[in-house]
């Protein structure tokens, strides 16, 4: 088993920044790969961002490139994501997915860009 506890969603203006941090704990040693994921309001939910082990190869959502970048600190088994130059549709709530014998869920942080 995998237990994964977001935080650091809040709110925050256009063009602020945010870093998201997913802590996982349990059999992390089964884990190879580590992703955020958003859903909207109303909206199903998309994958943001993916980085996998071995290797640190990363993906993102053509919506975020050039503005989120995620990162993996093995050390403290913790999944980052700093967003920068937020806009109002980053609004949602984004989720920690890890993959390993199975996927395992966080339980979300609200991340909301208004002025």
């Known amino acids: 088993q995998v237990q994964l506890v977001e935080s650091g969603g809040g709110l925050v203006q256009p063009g602020g920044s945010l870093r998201l941090s997913c802590a996982a704990s349990?059999?992390?040693?089964?884990?190879?790969?580590m992703s955020w994921y958003r859903q909207a309001p109303g909206k199903e939910r998309e994958l943001v961002a993916t980085?996998?082990?071995?290797?640190?190869?990363?993906n993102y959502a053509d919506s975020v490139k050039g503005r989120f970048t995620i990162t993996r600190d093995n050390a403290k088994n913790t999944l980052y994501l700093q967003m920068n130059n937020l806009k109002p549709e980053d609004t949602a709530v984004y989720y920690c997915?890890?993959?390993?014998?199975?996927?395992?869920w966080g339980q979300g942080t609200q991340v909301t860009v208004s002025s």
């Open positions: 997915k890890a993959v390993g014998s199975r996927a395992y």
């Open positions: 349990g059999n992390i040693f089964s884990i190879y790969t």
């Open positions: 980085i996998r082990s071995p290797g640190g190869s990363t």
